[in-house]
């Protein structure tokens, strides 16, 4: 088997002998097209929906930490289930994953990074998301192939290499790397997104993750208003976040409000060395404890640190973590979301951290390793409201819910131009999976058919996917610690979509 080395730098140069790694796409999927319009209704199994036929497709999702295990669990069950009558194949890739040896060290040598080097050790080795028709190369997530030479853990530095192409002989016909025969050019070492927001910046980066390469984008928060009109958002379930405390912590401060965590991460405008509430006495009222609270925060690009920020401390997102303050980075330790092992012995009685409730439910069942680090949930509340901790019980859609509650979410990219200029091929397939196929199909791009690479015609009634119909996958989110949606209205702007359990481009619980 010939095996061509090549090297994508930071600037996309290509380094070998020329070989030119790009090829047309457009031709590809005009092939796929053809093939993409059929309409299985009247022979699937009742319940299935309307997956176009065709070649089985490979659905990449990336993104948040918070739902990675559950979607990971949605999508082998899926998977191995009758309605997914393409065979298409979910590829979950998890947020953090074992990072080029010499690139980890890099990091690990920075005391602001060293906190990730150690994090990315409870995750996965990677992930292998195999060239399809929509996007030929192969990606390995993971492992050596790419280097960050300054260890800052961007990949677009100078010297920096976002990854290694090799080139195989796939179809085993005496030629490797054919531009287009799926799988002769594999990417080692692709360095997945950390979180929601990255997630979704990932996913718009059409320029090195072309068409059909990102399927889905997991996220913990809604989109920005920004952002919505490039997905469709699928929230399939509740979730909730809160502020923790550690052992030992005896200052007698069991209930926040947003206020009190708004000064706890924010500095006056006249005093930047300090937060304005930098004592647990200050949060007690027995002002004679004037222990410093260690104060950490979650990293950037998390779906979850932008929660943490809006609900929890009334900010505008985790950008805004530290606002005022000369050097916020000393002040608020990071730590990886669902993840308080950084939080040091000699800091811990003195702490708050931030955790997802579904994350410390399977954290706590010894589903995923636990790195609470003995972590329990304070309760919270908005205003003068009474303070609750987050529970089965107080997490729901109605009225007197706990504060931090919060929707999960599957966004589904429409693709360039929001869809016009290039609609997702792999649309309905995903769909069928994490959202509902309308009632009168899907038309992406809005041009008045429904025969674009990734539409469907659907039938005279909506169709849940598998994530949404309340079957097994209800069984699965409750048992990641989630709360499912009740039947309901699935988008209440556009009936067509019908009743589910899942809610479509709702970005808000509501009062
Ligand atoms: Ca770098
Ligand atoms: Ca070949
Ligand atoms: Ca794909
Ligand atoms: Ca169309």
Request: proline content about 6%; hydrophobic content about 35%; aromatic content about 8%.
């Amino acid at each position: 088997m010939d095996v061509v080395h090549t090297q994508v730098t930071a600037t996309g140069a290509v380094h070998n002998g020329g070989i030119l790694l790009r090829f047309p796409r457009r031709l590809l999927m005009a092939t796929a097209a053809a093939g993409a319009v059929a309409v299985l209704a009247s022979t699937v199994p009742a319940g299935a929906v309307t997956i176009p036929a065709g070649d089985p497709k490979v659905l990449m999702a990336g993104g948040s930490d918070t739902t990675t295990f559950v979607v990971q669990a949605l999508g082998e069950a899926y998977q191995a289930s009758s309605l997914n009558t393409n065979k298409d194949r979910i590829v979950n890739v998890p947020p953090l994953h074992n990072i080029a040896k010499l690139s980890n060290a890099a990091a690990a040598a920075i005391p602001a990074n060293l906190w990730l080097a150690n994090a990315r050790q409870a995750w996965p080795s990677g992930a292998v998301v195999p060239g399809d028709a929509d996007c030929l190369t192969t990606r390995v997530y993971g492992g050596e192939g790419s280097y960050d030479a300054n260890g800052n853990n961007s990949y677009s530095d100078s010297g920096d290499r976002r990854f290694t192409t090799v080139e195989v002989d796939a179809d085993n016909n005496g030629t490797a790397g054919e531009a287009a025969v799926p799988g002769e050019r594999v990417q080692l070492g692709a360095v997945a997104p950390n979180g929601s927001g990255s997630g979704r910046s990932f996913s718009q980066d059409f320029t090195n993750n072309p068409v059909g390469c990102v399927d889905m984008v997991r996220s913990s928060s809604a989109p920005g208003s920004g952002d919505r009109p490039a997905y469709d958002s699928w929230g399939f379930a509740l979730d909730a976040i809160g502020w923790v405390y550690f052992p030992g912590n005896t200052h007698g401060v069991t209930a926040l409000t947003q206020a009190q965590l708004n000064q706890m991460y924010t500095c006056s405008a006249t005093d930047g060395s300090k937060p304005q509430i930098s004592t647990w006495g200050q949060l007690s009222g027995n002002l004679a404890d004037v222990t410093p609270i260690k104060a950490y925060r979650v990293q950037l690009g998390s779906g979850t640190g932008d929660d943490v920020a809006r609900s929890l401390m009334g900010l505008t997102g985790n950008s805004q973590v530290g606002l005022n303050c000369t050097n916020p980075t000393a002040l608020f330790p990071t730590v990886q979301e669902h993840d308080c092992l950084a939080v040091s012995e000699v800091d811990k009685p003195d702490a708050v951290c931030f955790y997802g409730y579904g994350r410390y439910r399977i954290q706590s069942r010894a589903l995923e390793p636990d790195k609470r680090n003995g972590a329990r949930f304070g309760a919270f509340a908005v205003g003068a409201n009474t303070p609750l901790r987050p529970s089965g019980s107080t997490i729901k859609e109605g009225t007197g819910r706990y504060a931090g509650t919060r929707i999960v979410y599957t966004l589904i990219p429409k693709g360039p131009g929001n869809g016009v200029t290039t609609p997702m091929p792999s649309y309905a397939n995903s769909l069928a999976f994490t959202g509902v196929i309308p009632a009168n199909g899907v038309d992406i791009n809005g041009d008045s058919d429904k025969t674009d690479p990734g539409e469907v015609t659907g039938t005279g009634s909506a169709q849940p996917g598998f994530a949404c119909d309340g079957g097994l996958s209800k069984k699965i989110i409750r048992t990641f610690g989630l709360v499912p949606f009740g039947l309901g209205s699935t988008d209440p702007t556009n009936a067509d979509y019908g009743q589910s359990y899942c809610r479509r481009n709702v970005y808000s619980l509501g009062s």
